[in-house]
């Protein structure tokens, strides 16, 4: 299920890229936040490989045999790299994932993501709200990182008495070398 469907688009991320481009693989977008806002369902987004620092807070949702993947180009090593972002309210994940549907995260390095003023809670990837269909697999998260209070490498936390996070696979991942504090 954590391909896209054969309609699906394929958009392409790469550490030279540009937001106001295409998203071609010729003209590939900057930021992975760039896809997580404006994919439509099937889409498969292709990061290629490097150091992304940034947050990807993802706002589209994917669709019953269309889901929207993210995953690393080839065997083109991809890293999420939070060095120096925050603080944030709350739990922030590196990769979030509020109230989303068929969405897909694949081989990707989800790494250096510290809170050391525990002004807010660090997780490599928070999945929240009424999610559902959701594929984190071939992940690679560490460094997550607190000095006293709370973070995550994975956190699944549903948020609605009503309608409960469903149909989550968490497959293949390594979680490592974090310091999570008072946390699992």
Do not use: C, M
Request: net charge negative; charged share 20%.
């Amino acid at each position: 299920p954590d391909a896209a469907s054969a309609s699906g688009r394929t958009f392409f991320v790469a550490t030279n890229g540009s937001d106001s481009a295409p998203g071609t693989k010729a003209k590939p977008w900057r930021t992975i936040q760039k896809a997580a806002n404006s994919v439509p369902a099937g889409s498969t987004v292709e990061i290629r490989g490097g150091v992304y620092r940034e947050r990807v807070v993802v706002r589209v949702s994917g669709a019953p045999g269309a889901w929207i993947t993210f995953r690393s180009y080839g065997s083109e090593p991809v890293r999420l790299d939070g060095t120096g972002l925050g603080p944030y309210d709350g739990i922030a994940g590196l990769v979030a994932i509020d109230s989303r549907s068929y969405i897909a995260v694949d081989g990707i390095e989800i790494a250096h993501f510290h809170d050391l003023a525990d002004t807010f809670v660090p997780a490599g990837v928070f999945v929240t709200g009424t999610a559902h269909h959701i594929a984190l697999r071939h992940l690679d998260v560490h460094d997550i990182r607190t000095a006293t209070a709370d973070a995550h490498g994975i956190a699944v936390y549903g948020t609605s008495g009503d309608t409960a996070i469903h149909d989550v696979t968490i497959d293949a991942n390594s979680v490592h070398d974090n310091h999570l504090g008072s946390s699992e």
